[in-house]
């Protein structure tokens, strides 16, 4: 390798990387606004797993509470949320999903932190 494209490489390097990070960040958030769109109010929490998949966390009423999104806490209806946040996203993105006593959506929700 020449000196000369030495240069070349690490500049290519350095526009590659956050061009690939966007494009995943987008990716994710593209993916989970397709799933959220098919969750509905008085679907299961099963359903919901079927569609989102896993959620990263669950908040239960009068457990602890998820704040990176400065949301007001689970209380009823919600008896638990689930949370799915795309987790390389710079802006704190994250869908939530309320569940009610009787295991089916109360509420949904997307976040976006400013």
Request: with cysteine.
């Amino acid at each position: 390798m020449t000196a000369r494209k030495v240069p070349r490489i690490v500049a290519g390097i350095i526009v590659l990387i956050p061009a690939l990070y966007f494009t995943s960040c987008s990716l994710i958030s593209g993916q989970r606004a397709r799933a959220f769109e098919q969750v509905h109010v008085g679907d299961t929490e099963q359903q919901v797993i079927d569609v989102m998949g896993k959620p990263a966390d669950r908040e239960t009423a009068g457990g602890p509470r998820q704040t990176k999104y400065g949301v007001a806490a689970c209380t009823a209806p919600c008896m638990q949320r689930l949370w799915y946040p795309n987790s390389i996203s710079l802006a704190g993105e994250a869908w939530s999903v309320d569940i009610g006593s009787d295991g089916h959506v109360v509420n949904d929700d997307h976040i976006t932190s400013p």
